[in-house]
């Protein structure tokens, strides 16, 4: 079974310009997330998607992040305009149906981001 | 809101040495724990995680945890590490089918 896919590994942009990460879950899973690793933390849920309906954007910058899943399938998070501390690992999530609260979550390799 | 506290930043033992890694967490009420290993170069997987039941969780590669209401915790357990469990270890609780993760814990075992 195919994992989660994510692109790029790896991204280096200077601060002010815009950036796009990809990721394509498990086959057949329903809901999507979105995380945020600082160096030195734990992974952050930014947002969270259940098919193509957001279910939580509560720890989104919703002033320079922004992120969409239109079929349901694969997802999109952009940054626009980045800041030095936009700098971390992105990390998509995938769990088969969402909400259930043991529920395992499956996570792709992540999108390294540096800011300078 | 749920917090997550993992006490150890960085553990290093020897081949053979047991392991116990500490976690916290801030919630009086039912709670799902879980706890994730990063190994070096790879992506977060699950080692076990608590549901309900038998408070003591067996998961793979032999760790275990087990969860304990009173204390509010759910310690990793190992009685014999070998050197490829080298990783970092992440301990999460589910908060409304997210997850709310420690800071995570880098073992590094030496052979």
């Known amino acids: 079974e195919a994992g989660v896919a994510q692109s790029p590994r790896y991204k280096i942009i200077e601060k002010r310009q815009s950036v796009a990460f990809w990721c394509n879950p498990i086959?057949?899973?329903?809901?999507l997330y979105w995380y945020q690793q600082i160096l030195g933390q734990g992974p952050k849920l930014l947002i969270q998607?259940?098919?193509?309906?957001?279910?939580?954007d509560s720890q989104l910058p919703k002033d320079r992040f922004s992120a969409e899943r239109l079929k349901g399938v694969d997802s999109t998070l952009k940054i626009q305009p980045a800041k030095l501390e936009d700098s971390a690992v992105y990390l998509c999530?995938?769990?088969?149906?969402?909400?259930?609260?043991?529920?395992?979550?499956?996570f792709g390799p992540g999108t390294r981001l540096l800011v300078l | 809101a749920q917090s997550v506290s993992q006490h150890n930043h960085h553990v290093i033992l020897s081949e053979a040495a047991s392991l116990e890694l500490g976690c916290n967490y801030s919630y009086g009420g039912t709670v799902n724990l879980f706890w994730y290993v990063q190994y070096p170069g790879q992506h977060l997987q699950l080692l076990l995680k608590?549901?309900?039941?038998?408070?003591l969780v067996k998961g793979i590669k032999g760790f275990e945890a087990e969860f304990i209401k009173s204390k509010f915790s759910f310690n990793l357990r190992k009685p014999s590490v070998q050197w490829s469990d080298t990783a970092e270890y992440f301990c999460a609780v589910n908060q409304g089918g997210k997850l709310i993760f420690g800071q995570g814990t880098e073992l590094s075992v030496k052979p």
């Open positions: 998607f259940q098919n193509n309906g957001v279910v939580d």
């Open positions: 086959s057949g899973h329903a809901t």
């Open positions: 999530a995938s769990s088969l149906e969402g909400g259930s609260r043991g529920e395992t979550q499956y």
């Open positions: 608590y549901f309900s039941g038998d408070p």
